[in-house]
Each structure stands twice: as C-alpha cells, then as structure tokens.
C-alpha cells in the first residue's frame, strides 16, 4: 500500500510555471507507476501524464504535450510535474496515481492508490 500527498498548486497568471509534486510513503515507490490526472469543475477527470516505473518512458494527453513535463526521483518517492506556460483551461485539481498492477497509468484503474489533489488556478 502506498500513501499519495500532492503540493506545489497555487494561483497563477496564463504562461507561468509550476512544478506539482507528490510524494509517496512506503520503501517500494519504484515498484509503482505513476500518473497524474486532472479535474476541472463540471468536468470528468482526464489523464494528463504518465511514467513507467523506471522513468524511462513518458506518457501525456495532447493537450499539455511540449508544455508538461513529468519525471521521477525514485530516491526520494516523489514524482512531479512540471508545467510551463499555463493556460486558463489548465484550472483543475490535480491529482496524482499510483499503480503496481498495470505498466503505466493512464487511464483510473480499480486498484490504483490515489492523493487527495491540489488546486491549479490559471488566470488570463
């Protein structure tokens, strides 16, 4: 079992940076792939990126391709998302998950652990 905590969220104005982070408990963090899912209000919640156990493979939605940049440190069982010029549509909680069922995750699967999310506010 694996405990998620997200950080780094905040108000910010459209093109900005913000780096998300999520930090897991537990000593087999690298046994874990790792995704990040959004949800803004009134709307489902969407994969955003994602990361293979080992890092070594990256995965991302479309619409944050070449803005998003997810990466892992195994060593300290955080996994973090960097986001470069934000847009207002970018507004969601997001979310990070964790599997060690399935190779990587980007859709919500069943047995996935999940942290408790952090707002992103983009303003135009």
């Known amino acids: 079992q694996v405990q998620l905590v997200e950080s780094g969220g905040g108000l910010v104005q459209a093109g900005d940076s913000l780096r998300l982070s999520c930090a897991a408990s537990?000593?087999?963090?690298?046994?874990?792939?790792m995704g990040w899912f959004r949800q803004a209000p009134g709307k489902e919640r969407e994969f955003v990126a994602a990361?293979?156990?080992?890092?070594?493979?990256?995965y991302y939605a479309d619409s944050v391709k070449g803005r998003f940049t997810i990466s892992r440190d195994n060593a300290k069982n955080t996994v973090y998302l960097q986001m470069n010029s934000l847009k207002p549509e970018d507004t969601a909680v997001y979310y990070c998950?964790?599997?060690?069922?399935?190779?990587?995750?980007?859709?919500?699967?069943?047995?996935?652990?999940w942290g408790q999310g952090t707002q992103v506010t983009v303003s135009s």
């Open positions: 998950a964790a599997s060690n069922s399935r190779g990587v995750v980007t859709t919500a699967g069943g047995d996935d652990y």
């Open positions: 537990g000593r087999t963090f690298s046994s874990y792939a």
């Open positions: 990361i293979k156990r080992s890092g070594g493979n990256t």
